[in-house]
């Protein structure tokens, strides 16, 4: 079965400053990643995903992730943080073939002015 | 432009009550999905459907009952509800078989609190 790990429950940066937040992945199989950002009272929104195609993906509101295999992790970053990307971030991860999704259990974002 | 669709938003039910929550999706997915969200433990699948007429357990499925009878609607029945079964309950619907690497789309989710 595959699952990822966040590290770390909360994350706090200062407004402009680089964002990163980690995830790791394991999968017996090639997986398909997945970034999600929730806002409050709010349903999940797809950030960005890994599909193979490419190893570093570009995804909505200037975030990015770099697949490496080696590591086997997600890890997501964006070079300046804005007060509005404050939220909660979950990575997830599927198999091919496979519409099991798993998530972590989630990275609380909060950006200081 | 609906997308996924819960109703209710918030509910408060007394221990040993029963209650059903609808999501319905408007794009035609094959696969529809009922998670909860917990603190701290990110969102677990509770029961899926990879199409009209068919369920099958997650992770977390006790407690909880499902019905598919149509390819929009997805049920989640609690027959008897639970202090532990208070969270925030998640729906989320996706294209279907061979489309494992399409993300899924969300509902704004259902605050169940169980006294």
């Known amino acids: 079965a595959q699952s990822v790990t966040q590290l770390g429950s909360h994350v706090s940066v200062s407004e402009g400053a680089l964002v990163l937040l980690r995830c790791n992945y394991s999968?017996?199989?090639?997986?398909?990643l997945f970034w999600y950002v929730q806002y409050p009272n709010q349903g999940l929104q797809l950030l960005l995903k890994y599909t193979s195609a490419a190893t570093l993906v570009k995804g909505i509101n200037g975030f990015e992730a770099e697949f490496k295999k080696s590591e086997t992790s997600f890890h997501l970053t964006k070079p300046s943080a804005h007060m509005s990307d404050a939220a909660e971030y979950f990575c997830a991860v599927t198999r091919r073939n496979n519409n099991d999704m798993r998530f972590g259990a989630g990275t609380r974002l909060t950006v200081k002015p | 432009n609906a997308g996924v669709t819960q109703t209710p938003k918030f509910r408060v039910l007394k221990t040993g009550q029963s209650m059903t929550l609808l999501c319905a999706q408007d794009?035609?997915?094959?696969?529809m999905y009922w998670y909860r969200q917990d603190p701290g433990m990110g969102l677990r699948l509770i029961h899926y459907s990879v199409g009209e007429g068919t369920t099958a357990k997650g992770e977390v499925p006790d407690g909880y009952n499902v019905s598919r009878l149509k390819k929009q609607n997805f049920l989640l029945g609690l027959e008897s509800a639970a202090p532990s079964q208070t969270s925030v309950y998640f729906c989320?619907?996706?294209?279907?078989?061979?489309?494992?690497?399409?993300?899924?789309?969300f509902g704004d989710g259902t605050r169940l609190s169980i006294l």
């Open positions: 989320a619907s996706s294209r279907g078989t061979g489309y494992s690497n399409q993300p899924q789309h």
């Open positions: 794009m035609n997915h094959e696969y």
């Open positions: 999968s017996s199989v090639p997986p398909y």
